[in-house]
């Protein structure tokens, strides 16, 4: 018996690997969804989530939420920490791609009819992981705190603010006081590594849940 | 009555459609393709993020207000509609209906898309209705994102 045989062996008789596994490995996946590139992208925004959750830890390790030090901390990752820049310029183009992949997974569930009945609710977590990946790029804009960063988000809340009933209360929660300072900066910081990350991990556990009970769609 | 019955007769043909679907294990076929695509990836965003890393301007300056200011290339469109739409309805101030329009009603309508679209067809030729409503919404938000660099 092989080394790794006897690992395995080991688990297997411990926590029945056997049985768990076999029904995930051997889950047949429908031809026509392994060959079109198209039901890569929902994967391709995953794996873009994945990339931006290593890369933003690293990044939270220097980064400094605070109007004095955010912007120095920012110019202290690009110059000075080792693959400082490679990392901050990596979460950048996840980050965008991911917005990219999430937006055209959309149109394919779209245009191929994808959320139809049983997978209606799938839609509806869909639209809110969309919703959700947006803010995430939202919040994410401000930290750096440099010209343009303070500005968008300026403009940003303003926009939010001036949606009927609700604005004033998103402008509120999101300032955190009457202009975009201190306040602004700390509920940001808050809302892009702790509230966000949070609820998009529980819906995408849902999402995934879903597409493995109902199966993957026919075909168009 | 006989157009239901003439429908219910269609959603039962598709239904008694005797589908074979062919299909590759998970292990290893599904996943070597995943993992090939994702190094592909996961190899680009690595080359992007070296050849043009990611910028940063001026410190903020709350009394230097920058020309242009852009948002995300996410958010041009709301921009461009902010901008498009110069009309009050009624006592409703334009400002309000460019917001209100691109955020709150559209993000309704897309989270609204499967219990409006009751046509139970996936075949594209019978969908027309939603296609078209689909090219429509695609080609308005390229418009209004357009419309927000052009006329900034
Ligand atoms: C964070 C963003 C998202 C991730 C990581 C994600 C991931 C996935 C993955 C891996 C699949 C399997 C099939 C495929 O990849 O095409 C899938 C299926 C699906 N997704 Fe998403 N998705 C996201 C956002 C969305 C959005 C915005 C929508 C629609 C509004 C959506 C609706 C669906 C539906 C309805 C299915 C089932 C499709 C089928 O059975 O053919 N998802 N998603």
Redesign the interface.
């Known amino acids: 018996m092989k080394l790794e045989d006897k690992i395995f062996k080991w688990f297997d008789d411990r926590f029945k690997l056997k049985e768990l596994l076999t029904p995930?490995?051997?889950?047949?996946?429908?031809?026509?969804a392994?060959t079109n590139?198209l039901y890569?992208l929902g994967?391709?925004a995953f794996?873009?989530f994945l990339?931006l959750v290593g890369t933003g830890v690293f990044l939270a390790m220097y980064y400094k939420p605070t109007?004095l030090e955010a912007?120095k901390s920012?110019?202290h990752i690009?110059t000075a920490v080792p693959m400082g820049?490679?990392i901050?310029?990596?979460?950048?183009?996840?980050a965008?791609?991911m917005?990219a992949a999430v937006?055209l997974h959309m149109?394919r569930i779209?245009?191929?009819?994808?959320?139809?009945?049983p997978?209606?609710l799938n839609?509806?977590v869909g639209?809110t992981l969309?919703?959700i990946t947006?803010t995430f790029?939202?919040s994410g804009?401000l930290l750096?705190?440099?010209?343009?960063?303070?500005?968008?988000t300026k403009?940003?809340t303003g926009?939010?603010g001036?949606?009927?009933i609700l604005?004033q209360y998103i402008s509120l929660i999101l300032v955190g006081g009457t202009?975009?300072g201190a306040e602004t900066m700390t509920r940001f910081f808050a809302i892009h590594v702790m509230i966000l990350p949070i609820t998009i991990a529980i819906l995408l556990l849902m999402h995934f849940a879903m597409v493995r009970i109902q199966g993957i769609?026919?075909r168009? | 009555m006989s157009l239901i019955e003439i429908e219910k007769h269609e959603v039962e043909e598709e239904r008694h459609e005797p589908?074979r679907?062919?299909?590759?294990?998970?292990?290893p076929?599904?996943l070597l393709?995943?993992v090939v695509?994702?190094c592909l990836?996961?190899g680009s965003?690595?080359l992007?993020?070296?050849l043009?890393?990611?910028?940063?301007?001026?410190?903020?300056?709350?009394f230097?207000?920058?020309t242009p200011?852009?948002?995300?290339?996410?958010?041009l469109y709301?921009?461009g509609f902010?901008k498009f739409w110069t009309w009050d309805i009624g006592p409703i101030e334009a400002?309000?209906i460019g917001?209100?329009l691109p955020?709150?009603l559209w993000?309704g309508l897309?989270?609204m898309?499967?219990?409006i679209?009751r046509n139970?067809?996936?075949?594209?030729r019978k969908?027309k209705f939603?296609?078209a409503m689909?090219v429509i919404a695609?080609l308005g938000i390229l418009y209004f994102t357009y419309y927000s660099i052009v006329y900034h």
Request: some cysteine; hydrophobic content about 50%; charged content about 15%.
């Open positions: 995930i490995i051997k889950h047949p996946a429908p031809e026509y392994v590139p890569c994967g391709i794996l873009c990339i109007p912007y920012v110019e690009m820049s490679l901050r310029s990596l979460h950048h183009w996840a965008n791609t917005i937006m149109m779209y245009f191929m009819g994808a959320y139809k009945k997978r209606e839609w509806v639209v969309l919703l947006t790029g939202f804009y750096p705190w440099d010209q343009l960063a303070f500005w968008a403009i940003g926009i939010a001036s949606i009927p604005g202009d975009i769609s026919g168009l | 589908v679907i062919r299909g590759f294990p998970f292990f076929h599904f393709r995943e695509v994702m990836i996961a965003l690595i992007m993020a070296s043009y890393p990611a910028g940063l301007l001026k410190p903020a300056d709350p230097d207000t920058p200011i852009y948002p995300e290339w996410y958010f709301v921009f902010l400002k309000v917001v209100t955020m709150v993000y897309l989270f898309v499967p219990f679209d139970p067809s996936s075949d594209i969908r939603a296609v689909g695609l």
